[in-house]
Every structure is written in structure tokens, then in C-alpha cells.
């Protein structure tokens, strides 16, 4: 995510570290590259001017500060006004008054607008909310299929209707049903076009009319860069909207449409999807969106992701083992498990911060090859075997890599690098607890 500008502002931010102060010319020629980056970003030119004359306006001529280099002062002032471009405030979706709260999504076809549907009932089911879907997309069939599988998967019922071609009367229908079995949250996921047409925006003008939602949730792909830009402001100028759900954010190289969107519409991304998986839809947080954008990674986010996965008596479990020195090849292997459930190895890579200087973080050189293999050998061995693995003897480690499909060197290094982190572990067992989330994820990467 936003890999290709990322690396080009700290390509930027490497050139300030002989800058004792900042005059007006080493600022012009600081921020004229930053303007070629955010352009080559795809970000909107009247954003990218804005920009710059606000970042220009606080850096020329500022003293830094005595615990900042002039790099570090520069990456501030463009990390502030990142965050204020993207909207300041985290995005946050709202409940009506009275029950139910009701939830319009619109958008084009190929948006992902019947998946975010699904994501958002998954989402606001972690909230303790009773979500009902509407399928009222009467012009692709496979949508209402799409639909009632995602609904069914995640046991929220759905509304569909084939035999009707109006999309008001599917959505009020929809609605009496999601009433009478109790929801307290309805989203409906409208019909959408290839492009945008007055016959579309009829439609759902007169939906939006039929049921008065409470908020109505423009779903773009974030891939599309200022097509999503242009595409929001059609849908602002010709339907209104109330915020944004931007999608394949996480396959978004280059940023333009999460930087522009909010500037050229006026209205805020609200949610995020960051893969396919029907969990990843996030709230959106400018602050550590900016802090990914400028290689400082997005380690709340980490943290949080590994605080909802773990176990809170397991983590016990374990931090009392660790202090015992009885963590074992079985602990460990339980950690790699959860932490492919907070989601690709490359989104957890992606919220860890860069080295300084480069374009990569500390554990970019370990791919999700490698620790395949590694799971591949611990599952190729014994219980006794993982509780000890002083007992792995030549002949040992030669069966394992066999039935591993890896080599003895592999098998040694494993089992050296264990040895290495239990010893690390037990130094560290008595740190806080969020430092406890840390470890438990830091002995993953060792591999």
C-alpha cells in the first residue's frame, strides 16, 4: 500500500541530512520534489498545489528544533498536513436515533460494493449489532447470489426479490422483513452501472426518497486513483452522500485517490478494505494512513490487530512459561498461527516501520515461503521433540527434513535461532503488556 510514493518522499527526506537550516531555496527545491512525487501518486493537481503552499508556508525559515534534524522537522510538518489532507479526524460510521439504522451503499459496478455489503454486516456484527441485508441489485443477477452466499456465510439473513424490477419496493420490503426479525442495522446494497447514468441516479434517488436512510456510503476502488475522485463527485453533485468506503486499498501503489478524495469532495472515507477476506474492513484512521505514507508504519494498528487475535489466557499461559524457560516448539508454532489470522504476511510487514534510509523494514528479507517451510519442519516433529529439542540428534534432524521437504541446514537453523529467542524471551518477561504483544509477534520474524 502506497509503496511507490512512500519511497519516493523518503528518497526526498534522505537529501536533508547535511541541512543545518532550512532557507527559502533548500525548501523550494525540497518541495518541488515532493509536488513530482504526489503528481506521479496520482493525486489531484489542485490538491498537490494546496499542499505544497501550506507545507512551504510553515517550513520556510523555521529553526529546527534542537531534538529534530532539518529531515525530521521537514517529515513532521509534511506528516501534519498528510493527516489534514485525508480529513483530520478518523472516519466513523453512525446509528440513527431509533432502531433500525439503515445503510445505503451505492457505486459502480466492479466497485466492490455487494462485497463491502457483506464486510460492513460482518464489521458491525463484531460491534454487537444484528445486521440485515437487502440485495436490490436488479441488474446483475449474480450479485443477489453474491449476496445471500456472503450472507450465509456469515449468518445474516438477506432479502432478495428476482421477480421485481423496482428497487424501491425490494428496499421497503427488504425493510419491513429486517424489522420484523429484529435487526437494529439494515444495509442495502443498491443497484450500480458501468458508468454513471441518469437512469442509475433516478433509481436510487427514488430509493434514497422510499426509505430515508440514515447514511448513504459511496463505495470506490482505490485503485482507479482519479477516476475514484471523479467518480465522488458525480455521485456528491448528482445524489449527495454522506462517506466513503474506499476499496483494494491495500493494492493501491500509489495513494491518489485516498489523498484526493476528501480535499475534492468534502466528504470523509469513512471505512477501508484491505483485502478480500470479509474481515478486513477497518475504520479509517488519517493519522496512521500518513504514518504508513512516510515509512513510519502503522503499529497501533499492529497492536490492535494482535490484542483482538490473541487470547488474553493463553497470553497468560504463556508469559508464565516464557518466565519459566518452558517455552516450547509447540508455543511457537501457535504464534505463526495467529498471526496469519490478523491477515496476509505482507499487510503485517506493511504496518512495521522502515529503516531509516530505505524502502524496506527490518523483516522484508523473510518471505512467506520461508516460513511455510519453517511451520513445515515443526510439524514434522515429535511431541517430544518440540517440548525438547535438545533431544534432536543427527539422525533426527536428518528424518524431519525429509519429512519436511526442507535440508538438515535449515532444520540446525531453526533450532539455533530458537535457542537464541527463548533466551531473548526470558530477558524480556517482565516488560508491560502491550511489549507482550510485541514479543509475541517478534520471535515470528526471527525465522
Known sequence: MFESLSTKLQNIFSKLKTYGRLNEKQVE??????????LEADVNFKVVKSFIAKVKERAVGVEVMKS??????????????????????????????????IYMLVGLQGSGKTTSAAKLANYLKTMGKKPFLIAADIYRPAAIDQLESLGKELSVS???????????EIVRSGIKQGIAKGSDTIIIDTAGRLHIDDEMMDELENVKRAVRPHQILLVVDAMTGQDAVNIAVSFRDKLDFDGLILTKLDGDARGGAAL???????????????????????????????????????????IEKAEATINKEEAA??????????FTLNDFLAQMQQIKSMGSFDQVLGMLPKLPGSSKNAFSGVDEERIKRVEAIIKSMTQEERKDPKTM?????LRVAKGSGTTTSEVNRLLKQFSETKKMMKQFSNLGSRAKISRKISPFFNF
Do not use: H
Not at 68 to 85: G, H, M, R, S
Not at 158 to 168: A, H, I, L
Not at 263 to 278: H, N
Not at 393 to 397: E, I, M
Open 68 to 101: 529534530l534534524t532539518p529531515a525530521q522537522q521537514i517529515i513532521k510538518i509534511v506528516n501534519e498536513e498528510l493527516i489534514d489532507l485525508m480529513g483530520g479526524a478518523p472516519g466513523k460510521i453512525t446509528f440513527a436515533p431509533k432502531s433500525p439504522t
Open 317 to 326: 499461559s504463556l508469559m508464565e512459561r516464557i518466565q519459566k524457560q518452558e
Open 29 to 38: 527545491e525540497v518541495l518541488r520534489e515532493i509536488k513530482l512525487a504526489l
Open 393 to 397: 540428534n543427527g539422525n533426527r534432524r
Open 158 to 168: 438477506v432479502y432478495s426479490d428476482r421477480k421485481s424490477n423496482k428497487c424501491e
Open 260 to 302: 484526493s478524495i476528501r480535499a475534492v469532495t468534502g466528504k470523509s472515507i469513512k471505512l477501508v478494505s484491505l483485502s478480500e477476506k470479509i474481515d478486513s474492513l477497518q475504520i479509517f484512521y488519517p493519522e496512521r494512513m500518513a504514518s504508513r505514507i512516510l515509512g513510519m508504519g502503522d503499529v497501533l494498528t499492529l
